[in-house]
């Protein structure tokens, strides 16, 4: 076990937080790629009443409760040690990932037993989520921690891209895979850390906020599941923003949340300290990436639903393979990202934050501008070169905003802006897939209808069982295309089908018609959902430049700024040739002006100017 003061130890804890995060982020896209296999596995049927939402739940359950909790889990690490909490959630993560992998039911049932272990799951995954990026804060110096974050969040973000892979190669053997490859890497991480992480930063011992932390949980509940049911068919409407259960959840959480707001301005030790958000460089880096969040948390799910259920088919790609093809061609995002975040930190800790930052969210954006541009049967290499562009951009963004925000708060409130930080994310991403789905439906709904009833007809198709099958919720079509599955053998029956010419019959079945019905209808709702994504990453680049400079002194215990006035890393002015007199002299000036500039942070973490006698030791 190395000392904290080891040279190597940054170096470990940097190693063992990014496969916490790339463990935690992994399980996320490795299930979502999986979900074909999940639910042949146990038979269900994703054209049934009610079953979309096992879908939904199986793909947002996990997101909803690390958005809900990363915060209070970051609080309860200032209070009791990041480290403790970080194990616990590696324990967790492993002993849960054992108990999935052995679902012993069938249809509905065994979707529950799933939902419910994997929410179970998302309470490891928060405690690793909410801790990784304060336990690296606390290992590396200033000058090297945009570098340090930025290997972290691109291993959390790449994470995503990975197990899309993993889970379409996994899935083809058997779908219980997808879990089983959690425990290994589970134990191994939940040993490691426990015999080589220390916490080595500032405990902050208080209450815990009961009050706060249960509204937050029940406000934010309430309105991501307002959101997640809200893109379900409800009554004779394609979508369920009508409906009273949502209406409730979102105008009932949203109030939940003000009573949270009012609650943490009034109690001593808030778990979500809003003081923080005085600091401009605080807000705008959680503004800005709320916004990148909701920009592209819903793309990785829009391309798999368009390689998956129409390019692949299109391409003479069985259904049954295509989960593992579609990972394999969404490669290039995973690259682009992987070689612009580190490149990016390492750049940030040199010249500056911000400019790397929204340079990324405005390459995000145009790449969904040319996203745009292409057509729904679409040629490859052209469509690779976008989706790099869009990964570079990711990276590009993500570590720079981080090292400045988690620079520019007090040392022992960093695990609760960790959480915090991962709380927008999180959220970002669950408000993505919702507004994503919403406008996807909504583009759908104009044309798909007719669309499905001409080319029913065109093949023979009575014009009476054409225009009820056309009755098909664009839902169930965004479904059936996301699960690489079929659902015309299905909507017409046997006995249709059977009374129609052979090769009408095999054409209706096969690889082609239904993703060449629906290409045109879902490239229209493409059109809106890549709109909207480039609005959000350009008010994103605009919040990451407009936002003020850190506040000298507010990241540290008792040195200089963590953060120059451009994000970068300033030099201590104080050399070890210095005299005890000069240091002191120093010391005291600069707690009188950081009471001046800071009237908002307690008395208690101004730093103290130093006792000359303590440096004559």
């Known amino acids: 076990m190395l000392a904290v003061d080891h040279p190597r130890y940054k170096w470990v804890a940097l190693s063992n937080t990014t496969l916490g995060n790339l463990l935690a982020t992994i399980n996320s896209s490795i299930v979502l790629i999986s979900l074909p296999a999940i639910f042949k596995g146990i038979e269900i049927n994703p054209l049934a009443p009610g079953n979309v939402s096992y879908l939904l739940w199986m793909l947002m359950g996990y997101m909803l409760v690390t958005a809900v909790l990363v915060v209070t889990l970051g609080r309860l690490g200032d209070m009791y040690g990041r480290v403790k909490i970080y194990n616990a959630g590696f324990a967790i993560f492993a002993i849960v990932s054992i108990i999935l992998s052995v679902d012993p039911f069938t249809g509905g049932a065994g979707a529950i037993w799933l939902i419910g272990w994997r929410v179970a799951q998302a309470i490891g995954g928060a405690m690793l989520m909410a ?38 190669v996994l899935a083809e053997w058997d779908w219980r895979s997808v879990f089983w490859v959690n425990i290994p890497l589970g134990i191994a991480g ?20 009961w009050w706060g932390n249960l ?9 991501l599941a307002g959101i997640t049911y809200g893109i379900q068919p409800y009554g004779g409407h394609t979508q369920g923003w009508t409906s009273p259960w949502v209406l409730t959840g979102l105008i009932g959480g949203a109030a939940v949340l003000v009573v949270f707001g009012i609650i943490e301005t009034r109690v001593a030790e808030p778990m979500f300290p809003l003081t923080l958000f005085r600091n401009a460089a605080f807000t705008g880096g959680n503004v800005a990436n709320l916004l990148a969040s909701v920009a592209r948390g819903g793309l990785q799910f829009m391309l798999i639903i368009w390689l998956q259920g129409i390019w692949l088919p299109l391409h003479g790609y069985d259904y049954e393979r295509t989960p593992l093809w579609a990972g394999i061609y969404l490669v290039p995002l995973t690259i682009g990202f992987l070689a612009a975040g580190p490149l990016s930190g390492f ?55 981080t090292s400045l925000l988690m620079s520019t708060v007090p040392a022992d409130m960093r695990g609760a802006a960790s959480g915090m930080r991962a709380t927008f994310m999180n959220a970002g991403q669950v408000l993505s897939i919702g507004v994503f789905f919403s406008l996807m439906v909504a583009g759908l709904a104009d044309s798909l209808p007719a669309s499905l009833n001409a080319g029913l007809t065109a093949q ?35 006995q249709v089908l059977g009374a129609l010419p052979a090769e009408n019959a095999h054409n209706l079945t096969g690889l082609e018609f239904f993703p060449r019905l629906i290409a045109d209808p879902f490239h229209d709702g493409l059109v ?89 030791d």
């Open 131 to 168: 801790n990784s990026a304060a336990i690296i804060t606390d290992a590396f110096p200033p000058k090297q921690r945009g570098m340090a974050l930025g290997v972290n969040i691109v291993s959390a973000l790449a994470g995503s891209f990975i197990g899309l892979i993993a889970g379409g």
């Open 190 to 209: 939940a040993i490691w850390a426990y015999r080589s992480l220390h916490d080595t930063g500032v405990r902050r011992h208080a209450k815990i906020d």
């Open 215 to 223: 509204t937050f949980a029940v406000g934010l509940t309430a309105v």
């Open 347 to 401: 750049l940030s800790d040199r010249f500056g934050a911000r400019p790397f930052a929204a340079g990324g969210l405005l390459v995000m954006a145009v790449s969904f501008a040319g996203l745009l541009l292409v057509p729904g049967d679409f040629s490859y290499p052209v469509f690779a070169i976008l989706i790099f562009v869009n990964g570079l951009g990711g990276g590009l963004f993500s570590a720079p905003n």
């Open 460 to 494: 023979g198709v009575p014009a009476d069982v054409a225009a009820k099958a056309a009755e098909l919720p664009p839902v169930g079509t965004l479904f059936a295309a996301f699960l690489g599955y079929n659902p015309i053998q299905e909507l017409l029956g046997p």
């Open 528 to 616: 809106i959902v890549f709109w909207m994504a480039i609005g959000m990453a350009v008010l994103g680049a605009l919040a990451s430049l407009i936002r003020s400079n850190p506040t000298p002194g507010l990241a540290t215990e008792t040195g200089p700024a963590d953060v120059t006035a451009d994000g970068g890393h300033p030099v201590s002015p104080i050399s070890a040739d210095d005299s005890a007199a000069e240091l002191v002299a120093h010391e005291a000036e600069l707690s009188a002006e950081l009471a001046e500039s800071q009237p908002f942070l307690p008395a208690s973490r101004i730093p103290e100017p130093l006792d000359e006698s303590a440096t004559r």
